[in-house]
């Protein structure tokens, strides 16, 4: 029942270990913070959206951005490392544990990355006096874009031939989607034929959902295309560790 | 680590596993062929390995015997045949092999972040391991690693980091231990410590298998040796077997500028042949490297 817990503390061992280091806690929050700081002060003013404050609009879009980069990130990043580099991912592969265990211990490790990330953007809008996220599908969408990414992270590590190769991904799907996928601005600014490739895209949803944007059978929908990514990417991550071979 | 020491380890609980082995066969390896692309890194690879056996796998770099190791311990499928620990198959029950080996790689693949004790506290956690801080205290001591215990992994020597590792390997007393070259690299006096640690494990009825390239090595620690060359077995046999098919001794004598071996049966027959020949000659007891050469023409070579 518990097996995936000793890979989950191992992740949260290592964690702590680097959360403990200041530089760190300070590089991981920076780039959230610098596109609140650039994009809040130097659209703030001008721009109103949906009759709300900027700021309004952003903050939610910067917590699914974050949530989904550091989920992602650093299991994907986990992974790499210790399955090529360290080798310390063969320790999971020859004890007995099932796939199933390992991927969940690690997807977890990965959520709770992606909360702390957000719950740190959380507090700086409430000192700035934002409100927005007191919606009921706040947090069940917050929870889902960190299982989801901390999944495909999972996927990546597992997959990836190299360091850069989690990089390239991370370049050419995460920051692509974290930049259309209404993160900054409405989707519905996009030309038609875009919006119709974003809304296939999750982070879309998340963003839709967190800012209840949404009524009735579009949030489940919405709330859906979350859960079936999800689904997907847990199971695709407990089919590579269950056919892992050297 | 003396042996007192370990027969209480291992007496205050026994192996937590009834063996399931065959006819005390613990290792069964019928036929495994092993490709990577256009290489061929295992040849159908036969053998068996009984209960209690210290077994060496002896060749150069690339032989395969790390594929094997990857092999029989679920890291690697094979591309064809079968394998079986305590009569457990590799590829279809890969829990219940898991639950019965301990394995030390041969790269250090501890958590250097961590301690020693996180190390082993997460490695015992994975194998459901009971009265986990106690044993984790045990084999720390027996290791020489008590005071360690809570400093960083990145911390310790090379050979420190080695004695974790196989303590880590230890931790659950495994039925079958995998040792990958594990004294490649450490200091003459480390290797000592790590041979008298496979030794004793012999006398508490683990099988132990161990690749190495170092001649030495293998004929000090294990009671049969397999000699694998381009992922074939090309000869099997207790280290005194295989000595005695190249006949007891060796002439080495120059030629042109390069050393030459002549196998004899007797240091008589090495003395008489060594008459004809010019320059600086030695005569000794023939050992596992000089089988190697013999078999394949190349040298397993050391470092």
New interface residues.
């Given amino acids: 029942m518990f097996?995936f817990?000793?890979?989950f503390?191992?992740e949260m061992?290592?964690f702590r270990?680097?959360f403990l280091r200041l530089g760190y806690f300070f590089s991981a929050m920076f780039a959230p913070l610098l596109y609140l700081l650039a994009f809040g002060l130097g659209l703030g003013h001008r721009v109103s959206i949906a009759g709300g404050s900027y700021l309004d609009f952003l903050l939610p879009g910067l917590i699914a951005m974050s949530s989904m980069n550091n989920s992602y990130t650093w299991i994907a990043t986990s992974l790499t490392v210790g399955r090529l580099h360290?080798?310390?991912f063969?320790?999971?592969?020859?004890?007995?544990?099932?796939p199933g265990a390992i991927v969940l211990g690690e997807v977890l490790a990965g959520m709770v990355r992606g909360l702390f990330a957000s719950s740190m953007i959380i507090l700086v809008g409430f000192f700035l006096g934002s409100g927005v996220y007191f919606i009921p599908l706040f947090m069940p969408a917050l929870f889902l874009n960190c299982f989801l990414f901390a999944s495909l992270g999972v996927v990546s590590g597992l997959k990836a031939k190299s360091h850069e190769d989690t990089a390239t991904f991370s370049n050419f799907f995460i920051l692509p989607m974290a930049f259309f996928g209404g993160t900054f601005f409405p989707i519905e600014e996009m030309p038609r034929w875009l919006q119709f490739v974003i809304r296939i895209l999750p982070l879309a949803h998340t963003n839709k959902l967190m800012r209840a944007k949404c009524i009735g059978s579009d949030c489940l929908l919405s709330l859906a295309v979350l859960v079936i990514f999800a689904v997907i990417f847990f199971v695709i991550s407990i089919y590579l560790v269950r056919?892992?071979?050297? | 680590m003396d042996r007192r020491q370990w027969t209480a380890f291992y007496l205050s609980t026994p192996p937590r596993l009834p063996l399931t082995s065959v006819f005390g066969h613990m290792i069964n390896i019928d036929h495994i062929t092993k490709i990577y692309g256009a290489i061929r890194a295992l040849d159908s690879l036969t053998l068996v390995i009984k209960q209690g056996e210290v077994f060496g796998l002896l060749g150069p770099n690339g032989a395969g015997k790390t594929t094997t190791i990857?092999i029989l311990?679920?890291?690697?499928?094979p591309t064809s045949g079968r394998a079986a620990i305590g009569g457990h198959d590799v590829e279809r029950e890969p829990?219940a092999v898991?639950?019965i080996?301990g394995?030390a790689?041969q790269?250090i693949?501890?958590?250097?972040?961590?301690t020693a004790e996180?190390n082993l506290r997460?490695?015992g956690?994975?194998?459901?391991l009971e009265n986990l801080g106690q044993n984790i205290k045990d084999i720390l001591e027996l290791a020489g690693l008590s005071e360690r215990s809570n400093h960083l992994v990145r911390d310790f020597s090379g050979g420190m980091q080695r004695r974790l590792l196989i303590a880590r390997a230890l931790l659950t007393k495994p039925n079958v231990l995998f040792l990958d070259e594990p004294t490649v690299g450490l200091d003459p006096q480390v290797r000592r410590q790590i041979w008298d640690l496979v030794r004793n494990l012999k006398e508490n009825g683990t099988t132990v298998f161990l690749t190495t390239h170092y001649i030495e090595e293998a004929e000090a620690l294990c009671t049969r040796v397999g000699i694998l060359s381009r992922g074939r077995l090309i000869a099997l046999g207790t280290p005194q077997e295989l000595k005695g098919e190249v006949g007891g001794f060796v002439l080495e004598y120059q030629e042109n500028g390069n050393t030459r071996y002549l196998l004899c049966q007797s240091r008589e027959e090495a003395h008489r042949l060594s008459q004809s020949k010019k320059g600086p000659i030695i005569i000794r007891e023939s050992n596992l490297e000089d089988v190697f050469i013999k078999l394949t023409g190349e040298r397993i070579g050391t470092d």
């Fill in positions: 097996a817990y000793p890979v503390l191992r061992m290592l270990k680097r360290f080798r310390t063969q320790v999971f592969i020859q004890s007995p544990v099932s056919t892992y071979s050297e | 990857k311990t679920t890291l690697s499928k829990l898991k639950n080996i394995v790689p790269e693949n501890l958590d250097k972040e961590l996180q997460v490695y956690m994975l194998h459901k």
